[in-house]
C-alpha cells in the first residue's frame, strides 16, 4: 500500500517515524512519501520531499511573513500527492497546512483515504474547522481520552488509540541507563539537574530561554541543562545563554528527564512527557504583546489552561507562568517550591499519577498502524 504522510513539526516527525515503523510490521509492500524530518527518514528509508525544519512557521506574524514560501509548500505537496497516488493519506497535527491539504486530497484525488492522526486541538481553539473535518477527513484517531467525546458532542466520531508519548516514555524506560556515565559523557557533575525545555522553535527559543538561563545563576548548588532541538545550532543556544553556566546538550531529552530534580518547560508537548517521567515541573510562555494577549485570551483559547498536563486532569497541577506574568522573579518562586521535598512537589507527583493512569497503556502507534491498514471507506473500522 502506497503511504502519503505529512508532519511539520519536530514531535510530528517522532510520531510519524514510529507509526511507519508499525505500517511497515504490518504491511510488507509499504511505500512512503512524506514530509518529515530525521526520525521519519530513518524509519521509512527514505528521503522526505521537505524537511520538518522548513515548515516550522509557529504564529499569525510568522505565517504572514513566510507566505509565499508557504505556498510554495502546498504546491509541492499537491504535485507530490499527484505523482505518488496514494492509496492513504496520513495527517499529522499541524491543522493550518493539513485541512487544506486533505480539502485539496478530496477533490482531486478522492480514491485516496484521508486519516488524521493527532487530532487539532478544537477544544481549544478554532472550534469551527470542525466543519472542515466532516467534509475531508474519513477518519480521525485521537490521543487524548476526553476528545471522543468532544468531537462526537459535534457529531464527528473518533477513536481514541491512547497517547504517543506513552509509546515514546515506555520505551525509553526499558532501555538500560547508566546515570554516571551519561552525566561522565557529558560533563555533568552530582549536583541535581533542572531541565530546561525551551521548544524547538528559534522563535519560542528566543523568547523563553533567556529567563530560563538566568535562573542558573539564582541556584549554585544545581546545574541547568537544555534539552537543545536537533534543528538549532549550537552557537544560536549560546548566544541566548549568554555567558551563564547552562549546558547544551542534543539528543538528550528523555535522558535528562530521566535524572532530572525539576524542570522548566516551555508550553506543549514536552509538558506531557515531563509529567510521564514524573519530573516537577513549571510551565512559561513568552509572547509579543504579553498583557494584550492575556486579555484576549479567554476570546481565543477555550480552555482555562495550557498546558496539556492541566487540560487533562482538568484542574491547575502544574503552574502556568504566560506572557507578562513569565518573570524571574515568578519563575523562581515556583520552582523553589518544587525543587523542595515538600507537599507541593509531592501534590504534583500525585497527580501526575493520575494522568498516566487516565492515558492508559503503551501501544498508540501500533493500534493506530493496525487500524489504517484494516479501515475501508465507507465501511466501519475492523478490529
Known sequence: MRYFIIAGEASGDLHGSRLIAELKHRDVDAQFCFFGGDKMREAAGCEPVVHCRDMAFMGFVNVLLNLNKVYRLRKLAQCELLRFQPDKVILIDYPGFNLRFAKFVKQNLPTAEVVYYIAPKLWAWKEYRIESIKRYVDHMFTIFPFETEWFGSRGYKVEYVGNP??????????????????????????????????????????????????????????????????????????????????????????????????????????TLETALFRVPQVVVYKVFAGRLAMMLKPLLIKTPWVSLVNIIAQREVVVELLAHNYTLERTKEELDRIVADGERRREMLRAYDEIIGVLGEAGADARCARKIIKFLKNSTLLT
Not at 525509553?172 to 556515565?181: C, L
Not at 538549532?232 to 535524572?259: H, M, N
Open 165 to 270: 508519548s506513552v509509546d515514546s516514555v515506555s520505551a525509553f524506560m526499558r532501555e538500560d541507563f547508566d546515570e554516571a556515565r551519561f552525566r561522565a559523557d557529558n560533563g555533568l557533575d552530582e549536583r541535581p539537574i533542572v531541565a530546561l525545555l525551551a521548544g524547538s522553535r528559534r522563535q519560542e527559543i528566543r523568547s523563553c530561554l533567556p529567563i530560563m538561563a538566568q535562573l542558573s545563576e539564582c541556584y549554585v548548588d544545581y546545574q541547568f541543562v537544555v534539552a537543545a532541538a536537533p534543528s538549532v545550532e549550537p552557537e544560536f543556544y549560546r548566544s541566548v545563554v549568554g555567558d551563564t553556566a547552562v549546558k547544551i546538550l542534543y539528543g538528550a531529552t528523555y535522558s535528562l528527564l530521566r535524572i532530572a530534580r525539576a524542570a522548566v518547560v516551555n508550553s506543549g508537548t514536552a
